[in-house]
């Protein structure tokens, strides 16, 4: 397997990163991965960072995220790698918006997380 270095030089890092991702889990789904759960160590509205290391750069693969205000899936590529960790660029995202990705990096509630505290607020439960 190839190690290191990007697929594409002008792959895009000036999208707001969340690193608090412990929340989050990611999960590969495509033949010859591992479906276990990875650990999500950086998320951006242009890819994700997870834990491993059995993809080729340039590879592209079926994922899944999954986390208490996030569930999405898509279709990304491996646009670099290092030891232990795989850089996604995502190509296509299902089921999320680009807003809604980008609340969850920058940690703004979603209006339904706002509705669900109002709720715990109006019944003394906070």
Same mark, same amino acid.
């Given at each position: ?12 890092? &000036? ?9 989050? &889990? ?10 276990? $759960?990875?650990?999500?160590? !950086?998320?951006?509205? *242009? ?16 994922? !899944? ?7 999405? $899936?898509?279709?990304? !590529?491996?646009?670099?790698?290092? !030891? ?30 706002? *509705?669900?505290?109002?709720?715990? $607020? $109006?019944?003394?439960?906070?």
């Amino acid at each position: 397997m190839a190690t290191g270095t990007s697929s594409r030089e002008s792959f895009d890092r &000036s999208h707001p990163r969340a690193t608090g991702t412990d929340h989050l &889990s990611a999960r590969l789904l495509s033949p010859g991965c591992d479906f276990a $759960a990875r650990r999500v160590l !950086e998320l951006s509205a *242009a890819g994700i960072l997870i834990t491993g290391d059995d993809l080729d750069v340039a590879a592209v693969t079926r994922f !899944e995220i999954l986390g208490p205000r996030l569930r999405s $899936a898509g279709i990304a !590529e491996v646009a670099h790698r290092s !030891e232990g960790t795989i850089g996604l660029k995502f190509l296509k995202l299902d089921a999320v918006t680009e807003e809604d990705l980008h609340d969850v990096v920058v940690g703004r509630p979603t209006p339904s997380r706002e *509705a669900a505290v109002a709720r715990q $607020a $109006a019944s003394g439960s906070l």
